[in-house]
């Protein structure tokens, strides 16, 4: 088993920034890849950026490519979420998840966490 603890969301203005965590524990934390993930209201759970077990890969989405940024500490068993230049339209709730597998599928994913409210005014 492996839990997720999602912290650092928030308010904050459109062009503002926020840093999300994701504190991991259970299982070894560095042989997973991981992914954050958001889902807005109405709206079905999308992809934002996923890391490999290394931190030498990772994928964005377009959406968010050149405003976020993810990196991992495997020494703190932490991953992180960058986000720079905010919009309206990021506002979300923000999921980290863990996987096997180096995928933009939520279903590749095994372990979520309980979700960070993201709000971003306009």
């Known amino acids: 088993q492996v839990q997720l603890v999602e912290s650092g969301g928030g308010l904050v203005q459109a062009g503002g920034s926020l840093r999300l965590s994701c504190a991991a524990s259970g299982r070894t934390f560095g042989s997973y890849a991981m992914g954050w993930f958001r889902q807005a209201p109405g709206k079905e759970r999308e992809f934002v950026v996923v890391?490999?077990?290394?931190?030498?890969?990772?994928y964005y989405a377009d959406s968010v490519k050149g405003r976020f940024t993810i990196s991992r500490d495997n020494a703190k068993n932490t991953v992180y979420l960058q986000m720079n230049s905010l919009k309206p339209e990021d506002t979300a709730v923000y999921y980290c998840a863990v996987g096997r597998s180096f995928s933009t599928n939520a279903y590749e994913f095994d372990y979520w966490g309980q979700g960070t409210q993201v709000t971003v005014s306009s």
């Open positions: 890391i490999s077990w290394s931190g030498g890969n990772t």
